[in-house]
């Protein structure tokens, strides 16, 4: 599996910006198509956004216009830039890493990272 190390939660007011990251370990990152997905309590665990491995971008309804998903080939990183965030955005946060090579598939997942959208 892929380690994938997430980081850049935390409490926002309404209308605040927060950025994400995503480190993910080995060389299969530059060929993995990525995501972020999110998860509020007692909900399923829906995509955010997506970013594939040729750059091709994909985001939910509910965040068009406000978020934006990007990477760093080189420094192996996921991004995901949130602004103007809403209290409905609150939720916990995963990274995802898609790949196959040959003989494996690859479908590896962040610890998640918590974001509390809050007045």
């Known amino acids: 599996q892929v380690h994938l190390v997430e980081s850049g939660g935390g409490l926002v007011q309404p209308g605040g910006s927060l950025r994400l990251s995503c480190a993910a370990s080995?060389?299969?990152?530059?060929?993995?198509?990525m995501g972020w997905y999110r998860q509020a309590p007692a909900k399923q665990r829906d995509l955010v956004a997506s970013?594939?491995?040729?750059?091709?971008?994909n985001y939910a309804d509910s965040v068009k216009g406000r978020f934006t998903i990007s990477r760093d080939n080189g420094a192996n990183t996921l991004y995901l830039q949130m602004d103007n965030l809403k209290p409905d955005d609150t939720a916990v946060y995963y990274c995802?890493?898609?790949?196959?090579?040959?003989?494996?598939?690859?479908?590896?997942w962040g610890q998640g990272t918590q974001v509390t959208v809050s007045s």
């Open positions: 080995g060389g299969i990152f530059t060929l993995a198509d």
């Open positions: 995802n890493l898609r790949a196959k090579l040959w003989d494996h598939e690859y479908d590896d």
């Open positions: 970013i594939k491995s040729d750059g091709n971008t």
